[in-house]
């Protein structure tokens, strides 16, 4: 190979190098003006949303109380007090300001359809496993588990699940 094929060929690797790197800039670029066009459209849906959703509570307030509906309740059992499969574990109510939760069955009944976040905790001590779950119209959407049975601690355990009902 002679020396001025050598350096064209060389010249033109510079060259091809240099192509590259250009297309992999302009990729970046973008990639990262996309980003921000993603960005700032996730934003505005976010803003969308939030409008919405406020907008829509708004009405429900409007349509029912000026209260917001709410029902706590907790279940203060003995930790050795053994439950059987399928009960349905009765809360002492603490706050029910729409009066939704049926103490003698169970049942919280939602006052108006929207979205409502369900939260509830379990724990037991060591050597002890509890399952619980969360059943609306006879389906589970929620399930938890705490399991010490082969651990020398107790332990503690949380779920949360929203559900559009």
Do not use: H
């Amino acid at each position: 190979m002679t020396r001025n094929t050598k350096t064209i060929l060389k010249r033109k690797e510079e060259a091809n190098v240099k192509a590259i790197t250009n297309v992999k800039e302009a990729i970046s670029m973008q990639l990262k003006e996309t980003k921000a066009v993603c960005s700032t459209e996730i934003a505005e849906l976010k803003a969308e949303i939030a409008i919405f959703l406020v907008e829509k509570y708004n009405g429900v307030r409007s349509e029912k109380s000026k209260e917001r509906s709410a029902c706590m309740g907790m279940d203060k059992r003995d930790i050795l007090e053994t439950l059987s499969a399928g009960t349905t574990i009765l809360f002492q109510v603490i706050t029910d300001t729409s009066v939704s939760y049926n103490p003698s069955d169970g049942i919280f009944t939602v006052p108006v359809s929207g979205v409502y976040v369900f939260t509830w905790s379990a724990s037991c001590g060591e050597g002890r496993w509890q399952d619980t779950e969360l059943f609306v119209e006879s389906i589970a959407y929620g399930y938890l588990k705490v399991n010490t049975v082969e651990k020398k601690y107790s332990e503690s355990s949380m779920q949360t699940v929203v559900l559009a009902v």
